[in-house]
């Protein structure tokens, strides 16, 4: 089993540089960490980057897990390679562009572009917002999938996801106490479907609402209030359609043994607390 430690990038590929850029600063909140000719990281804790927008198709996507050392990493690339998954090991200078030591990557069942790193690198400084956000971390992904049933499987059984709750069909899987790391979303195509930040109080969720609001930013669900995490959530429309989301209070799953999954409906009221109702395809009935 391939053990995972958490979430550790996202890399996405834009056409417009300069404005994502611009939009990640002025807007999501991050700090730039390095700037190069063709990419830009950014800082949202204190980890060396946490995203990273570089010259490409924006349709070239890329989520990358920790996982703990070298032999975790090779272990794990071996039993990819004999499950009929084509590993392709990362150069020098593509560690080194993402701030790490060493990593693989290959498509998961659904086809999207998985990394595993091992020694990430930390700056050593605190993540300094562009704006009073409030994000703490970067948190989680949602991915699209062709085959809920067949991707499940692979994050339960080839990694060491657990199933947390079900909205309809869709699986909000956790790797340790946080109650999602990853959400798979029955979708047409594969892909990223959105990226989270967490912030620190439903303040800072309710302040970035209406900010983002003035500046003209699609907002495509809430304000509002998970039933199944529990956080207090926003979402928003970024560069090359990419939906970003703020949450806190999200709730932590400490017991194993005493847990277990919920089904909620996969209609507004699975999705929200509060009655919002989400301008997302794969949210929407």
């Not at 039993?79 to 392709?88: D, I, P, Q, S, Y």
Request: proline share 4%; hydrophobic share 35%; net charge negative.
């Amino acid at each position: 089993m391939i053990n995972l430690l958490g979430v550790s990038y996202v890399r996405l590929g834009t056409q417009d540089l300069e404005a994502a850029t611009r939009f990640a600063v002025e807007y999501l909140g991050l700090e730039i960490s390095e700037h190069g000719k063709a990419a830009v990281c950014f800082k949202s804790d204190a980890r060396e980057h946490t995203l990273c927008y570089f010259e490409g198709n924006p349709a070239d996507q890329a989520v990358a897990f920790e996982v703990r050392n070298r032999e975790d990493l090779d272990a794990a690339a071996s039993e990819l390679e004999r499950l009929g998954h084509a590993v392709r090991s990362g150069t020098e200078s593509e560690a080194a562009a993402r701030h790490v030591k060493d990593f693989v990557a290959f498509r998961d069942p659904g086809g999207n572009c998985i990394e595993l790193v091992y020694r990430p690198a930390h700056s050593g400084k605190r993540y300094r917002g562009s704006r009073d956000a409030g994000i703490t971390c970067f948190s989680h992904v949602g991915l699209c999938s062709t085959d809920v049933r067949r991707d499940e499987q692979f994050w339960i059984e080839v990694c060491n996801a657990r199933v947390s709750d079900r909205i309809g069909d869709a699986p909000l899987l956790r790797i340790d106490e946080v109650h999602h790391s990853i959400a798979l979303f029955p979708s047409a195509g594969s892909g990223i479907q959105h990226i989270n930040h967490q912030v620190e109080t439903g303040d800072d969720v309710m302040r970035s609402y209406y900010f983002l609001k003035e500046k003209g930013v699609r907002i495509t669900f809430g304000p509002g209030r998970h039933p199944s995490s529990s956080a207090r959530f926003l979402y928003f429309e970024g560069p090359d359609g990419m939906v970003f989301e703020y949450s806190s209070g999200v709730k932590s799953i400490a017991d194993e043994l005493l847990y277990r999954e919920r089904q909620f409906p996969h209609d507004p009221t699975g999705f929200c607390h509060w009655g919002a109702t989400p301008q997302i395809r794969q949210f929407e009935d």
